[in-house]
């Protein structure tokens, strides 16, 4: 099963560049790696899925080097509005794959 | 169109007794997956329904069932509620199984159980 670690928090200003990383030493080879942004309250949100390489969106990217244990979301220039916990997941596609959410980041931003 | 919608919204049981949550995915949404979201325990999965069969299943006790019908939309019923068992319940749903390519799941607001 592919277990996730991310940090349990991170601080960061508004305008600035966050990177949040994530380990995942066991990811099988089909498994693909998806972040989603929570607000106290709500459901999770989607924010970006990738594979391998880098993955590009409007609103982040995802960082994932050849090995793939590993990952990092960036955001570029945050605002005070993305204060939320940021989840990283791996998932497994085969059968009796489980999906695992990583703790979680609490990201702060701060004017 | 319209998103993920799970009813109802808040709860509140006796231990012992059982509940039913229902979700409705979005429409064209073939799988439905549920989550446990806890202060503790953060997100856990449940299970996962695919085309009204189970296909992933998290670590849970056989007390937390679940089945999906042919229009996709998916029930979670829990026998014998205990205290631990309060928590936010999640709805999410996907064009294809998650974990896969365009299995980008969509989150409902939840269900607030509260057990006491």
């Known amino acids: 099963l592919a277990k996730t670690t991310q940090p349990i928090s991170m601080d960061s200003y508004e305008g600035q560049e966050v990177n949040i990383t994530c380990s995942h030493n066991?990811?099988?080879?089909?498994?693909?790696i998806t972040w989603y942004q929570q607000f106290p309250s709500q459901g999770p949100r989607f924010i970006i899925q990738?594979?391998?390489t880098k993955v590009t969106n409007e609103v982040a990217s995802l960082f994932i080097p050849a090995d793939r244990k590993s990952s990092t979301l960036s955001l570029p220039r945050v605002s005070l509005s993305d204060t939320a916990v940021y989840y990283c997941?791996?998932?497994?596609?085969?059968?009796?794959?489980?999906?695992?959410f990583g703790q979680g980041t609490e990201l702060s931003v701060k004017p | 169109k319209a998103g993920v919608t799970q009813t109802p919204r808040y709860l509140i049981k006796t231990r012992g007794q059982q509940v039913t949550l229902s979700c409705s995915p979005i429409?064209?949404?073939?799988?439905v997956s549920w989550y446990q979201q806890t202060p503790g325990q953060g997100l856990q999965f449940l299970f996962e329904?695919?085309?009204?069969?189970?296909?992933n299943k998290g670590n849970f006790p056989g007390r937390f069932s679940g089945r999906q019908f042919s229009n996709s939309r998916s029930e979670m019923n829990v026998s014998t509620l205990e205290l631990g068992d309060s928590a936010l319940y999640l709805c999410?749903?996907?064009?294809?199984?998650?974990?896969?390519?365009?299995?980008?799941?969509?989150f409902g607001p939840g269900t607030r159980l509260t057990v006491t």
């Open positions: 066991n990811i099988a080879t089909n498994d693909y």
């Open positions: 990738g594979y391998k």
């Open positions: 997941l791996v998932g497994g596609y085969n059968q009796g794959g489980k999906l695992i």
């Open positions: 329904y695919f085309s009204e069969t189970q296909r």
């Open positions: 999410a749903s996907s064009l294809e199984l998650a974990g896969t390519g365009d299995s980008e799941q969509y």
């Open positions: 429409s064209g949404h073939r799988s």
